[in-house]
């Protein structure tokens, strides 16, 4: 039988495995000046003088022409022409295909790098060249190769290498995906397999089974003797042959028994050696010669009756299979660049009654490899950045290659006003997704703040959910996770550093001094740095010589004249530490006397962590990063992060943290965990690009949960007019809270306090109580209204609620204007438990909505204060102090106006007293002090007494944390 058409087509179209792309400081030839490679298998046989082979008479050579020019030349054609077009219209979808195969070589015969030379112009690659020197090492090639892997220049990748040099080592460490000579562990594994759609077969292989084909042999039941066939090409072949019906015999060159085994064959390969010159008289008539070694003897006068490939028409053919492998690299490229449907595997969920402790769960459930999560929703290897087992970073160039992807439903958590023991609405967001993906089959993301170390030894314990809706592992979500909190202090607390020593040096040293010092002599050369240069501009300096300055000029430069009186930056810890609150420094005699009052925030607080959660990129970031203002000079005028000069320091130590952290719920859907910006001070929301990521990563039909921080009065009025004005996304639903014990208390029940039992009031039912507690979830239902979006309340059951409570909390929701109100008992019973909160939420989505923001940013800052005091909190008006009266006066007259507000107040009461709870009427809201977040973008307005560092109880959580030192397990932190 002829081999089947399926098969030789798929012979001839192998597809390839992705790509990446050229190394800094390679030679990059343009798509007409190239340089290319050899066939596989032909590397030894060509070092060898072309003297030694190809000794054929006239009449032979006209036999092959005859017989056998015309066959490969219209092969080599028919693929060369193939892949031409296939690369131009891959080059007119994608712009950002970079067709480049690189080829490291040594010692190696350059007439084959002719042939893929001219192969490679005709099909329009670009050649990336790696010359290496005779004498090069194992150890320098393997280093190519681990660069060429990484480079996201490169396609492919082709060892050009004697084959004594393609060691397993090496052969080992090439990326599947770039190997387009099929020599790898991967690829010949999977030939071997019979996989071939998921692999690149070794060209010369190729081209000897198409060139069969072509000379018309009827292949099945054939017998053919493979020559010199040791290595990855002989095991190719091989299987390549006996895939289509002819049985193979490999043999030694200098094998005594080749001329019995050569006379009994249908057809012969010649991979290497086998020079005797009687080896063609051995062939039986109607016999395939294929030599694929220039040093092989081809047949003279008298054998007119066998059918011959010459080592150079294999060559060319092997070459433009190279070239289609190349190019198909470059298909598979661009096809992973697609949006991938999700093929989500969640995790078998098993609730125990009663529920154990959060640790207790968390470590009874086996995480997914973080790595399989990431290819589970679409993710590529090169856009993952592993973190041990079980989390890992996510590239933000998954938001280039998802540019047009549609972005999916966007949900808001907010809550009512909570008590002190909070009213979970992680819990809820986890929940809901666990829902939406492990049991609707929706894809859904959930996007979660990072939890800050002064809660989580404090008072709050972790915050990685609870009961059976958790992230997990829940050690590693609340203890340093991936770092990022440490660079924000890291960088927050280099800027302080910098602002302290530039005020001692203008106070010690003359402008000559100062310039001297600032702009030094390095090797007998003077310049400025880049970010000297922007503070040059922004100053109407001209000159970009040092010399070139007039001692004005000088004067202005290096003079920030700093007020120590009016810096605003301060350090921070990610601790509760009341002593810090206050404190004084410079008090070493070193510092001459330079002493000031200054003060620590909790590291949450810092600018720097809300820049991180509202950055769209690096460069946003960096940017943002160089407006902070730190403080403001005698003369009045704002004195930023850029004019210090620190900038390019803090973007380098927070390169790493812009990234969003990949991790998984009880149930193996996906959790990004991304900046944590203190609620009370800050906008209190997960960060922008993680949500940018999520949305792009569901799809159009996919859901991202994302969580504000406290009630509906603070967190998500802050999502809303700040967070979704700087990354211009709309929210589709808001997913409002509600416990029955935060509406007792509410209602009138006592205080309730960490740490603390319950009083019996939140034990036992009280409809009274839940019913007069109401008024707070209706306030906060008329909040999220105020900004056109539909509102789902969440009613996190706990075990004491009894039936007639949760019934009547759902019925006064609905009345209120919610467009549904459902009990969830996710904690109990994890995703299976929030299906009826899943499915409202979903119904809400299909939902128009004309989502608009409060105010105006136009409007005066003391306006914008009383719109949100007014329609938000309730407040009659506010009252500004006299200092607070001075900063709006001041940030007006810098420009500063026209940003959002972010206010800073208790997050107990919807009024600025924590005690009144409900819903206040009648107070007038007191605004003691302004302060400028400019990196961040926006104002925010402290009210009452509001501090910037918590102080830790009198029985702090960190009494029952402890670590088993033979286990290295953690005790009680949940």
């Known amino acids: 039988m002829r081999l089947s058409a399926a098969l030789r087509n798929a012979c001839r179209n192998l597809p390839v495995g992705p790509g990446h792309v050229p190394r800094h400081g390679s030679r990059l030839l343009g798509t007409r000046r190239t340089s290319a490679p050899l066939p596989f298998g032909s590397h030894r046989a060509l070092a060898r003088d072309a003297s030694t082979g ?332 592993l973190y041990g087992r079980s989390k890992a970073k996510v590239h933000l160039s998954l938001l280039h290659r998802l540019t047009y992807q549609p972005n999916g439903k966007y949900v808001i958590v907010a809550g009512i006003t909570p008590t002190p023991l909070g009213e979970g609405k992680s819990t809820v967001t986890i929940g809901l997704v666990q829902a939406l993906s492990a049991h609707l089959r929706l894809n859904s993301f959930a996007c979660l703040r990072q939890p800050s170390q002064g809660p989580t030894f404090g008072v709050k314990g972790g915050a990685a959910g609870g009961g059976y809706a958790q992230v997990i592992p829940m050690e590693e979500f609340n203890l340093h996770l991936t770092g990022d909190i440490h660079a924000i202090t890291a960088a927050n607390n280099l800027l302080a550093a910098a602002v302290d020593a530039r005020i001692l040096h203008e106070a010690s040293q003359s402008d000559k001094a100062l310039y001297s010092r600032l702009v030094p002599s390095v090797n007998g050369v003077r310049r400025f740095s880049p970010i000297q240069l922007s503070r040059l501009q922004r100053l109407g300096i001209t000159h970009s010589d040092p010399a070139a300055l007039s001692p004005e000029d000088v004067r202005r430069f290096v003079r920030l004249d700093l007020d120590p009186e009016k810096v605003t930056w301060q350090r921070v810890l990610d601790t509760n530490d009341r002593f810090l609150r206050s404190i004084s420094v410079g008090q070493a005699p070193t510092e001459k006397g330079h002493v000031r009052q200054a003060q620590f925030d909790i590291a949450v607080a810092s600018e720097i962590m809300a820049i991180l959660a509202l950055a769209d990129d690096l460069t946003d970031m960096r940017r943002r990063l160089g407006n902070m203002v730190v403080g403001s000079s005698r003369s009045g005028q704002p004195v930023t992060a850029d004019d210090l000069g620190v900038t390019g320091a803090l973007a380098v130590l927070m390169k790493d943290a812009i990234k969003p952290t990949l991790m998984q719920t009880l149930e193996g859907t996906p959790v990004f965990v991304h900046a944590g910006p203190f609620a009370n001070i800050a906008h209190g929301n997960s960060s922008v690009l993680a949500d940018k990521l999520a949305l792009k990563l569901v799809g159009e039909e996919g859901y991202v949960v994302t969580e504000a921080g406290f009630g509906a009065d603070i967190g998500m009025e802050k999502f809303f007019n700040i967070k979704c004005r700087s990354s211009g996304l709309r929210p589709s639903v808001v997913v409002l809270v509600a416990t029955v014990r935060a509406l007792k208390m509410h209602g009138g029940g006592p205080s309730v306090s960490a740490g603390a039992p319950l009083p019996r009031e939140y034990t036992e039912e009280s409809l009274q109580l839940v019913a007069s507690g109401c008024s707070n979830l209706q306030k906060q239902i008329q909040i999220a209204q105020l900004f056109g979006v539909p509102v789902v309340v969440a009613l996190n059951v706990f075990k004491t609620d009894s039936q007639a409570e949760l019934d009547l909390v759902c019925s006064i929701a609905k009345d209120c204007g919610a467009s549904a109100a459902v009990p969830c008992h996710h904690w109990s019973r994890g995703g299976r438990g929030s299906l009826e909160l899943a499915n409202a939420v979903k119904d809400a989505a299909a939902q128009q909505s004309s989502f608009r923001f409060l105010y105006d940013l136009q409007m005066p800052i003391e306006e914008k204060i009383r719109v949100i005091a007014q329609k938000v909190y309730g407040a009659d008006d506010v009252e500004l102090s006299p200092e607070a009266h001075a900063k709006v006066e001041y940030y007006t007259q810098q420009g500063y106006d026209s940003l959002p507000i972010c206010m800073a107040k208790t997050h107990l009461s919807l009024s600025h007293l924590p005690e009144r709870k409900g819903v206040p009427t009648g107070f007038t809201l007191p605004i003691r002090d302004l302060r400028a977040s400019i990196g961040a973008g926006f104002i925010y307005p402290l009210v009452g007494t509001m501090s910037t560092m918590p102080g830790l109880p009198t029985r702090p959580c960190f009494y029952d944390i402890d670590l088993d030192p033979i286990t290295e397990e953690i005790t009680g932190l949940f």
């Open 54 to 385: 190809g000794h054929t008479s006239e009449a032979a050579a006209k036999l092959r022409k005859r017989r056998d020019g015309s066959v490969s030349e219209h092969a080599v054609r028919e693929v060369i022409q193939q892949s031409r077009q296939e690369l131009a219209q891959l080059c007119r979808e994608n712009t950002a295909i970079t067709p480049v195969l690189a080829i490291i070589q040594a010692a190696e015969d350059d007439r084959f790098l002719e042939i893929n030379k001219k192969m490679a112009a005709k099909v329009g690659l670009s050649i990336m060249d790696i010359s290496l020197p005779e004498s090069c090492t194992e150890e320098e090639v393997l280093e190519e190769v681990l660069r060429l892997n990484e480079d996201s220049a490169v396609r492919s990748i082709y060892l050009h290498l004697p084959p004594s040099r393609l060691t397993p080592p090496l052969l080992s460490s090439l990326a599947p995906h770039k190997d387009v000579d099929g020599v790898c562990d991967v690829n010949v594994g999977r030939v071997v397999r019979g996989d071939l759609s998921q692999s690149f077969t070794a060209p010369l292989a190729r081209a000897v089974l198409e060139l069969l084909i072509r000379h018309d042999a009827c292949l099945e039941g054939k017998t053919a003797v493979v020559v010199g066939g040791e290595g990855p090409l002989g095991a190719a072949l091989q299987c390549l042959m006996e895939k289509a019906g002819v049985a193979v015999l490999r043999c030694h060159p200098d094998t005594a028994a080749l001329q019995t085994q050569v006379q009994g064959a249908d057809a012969v390969v010649v991979l290497r050696g086998a020079s005797s010159p009687l080896l063609p008289r051995w062939l039986k008539p109607g016999a395939t010669l294929i030599s694929c070694s220039p040093s092989a003897t081809e047949p003279s006068v008298g054998a007119e009756s066998v059918a011959v490939s010459s080592w150079t028409e294999v060559a060319q053919l092997s070459a433009a299979f190279r070239m289609q492998n190349a190019v198909q690299s470059c298909r598979m490229w661009a096809e992973s660049q697609r949006y991938q449907p999700w093929r989500l595997h969640p995790l078998k969920l098993q609730p125990l009654s009663p529920v154990p402790s959060d640790l207790s769960i968390s470590r009874a459930q086996a995480p997914k490899p973080i790595g399989q999560l990431a290819q589970e929703i679409g993710l590529l290897p090169e856009e993952l950045e």
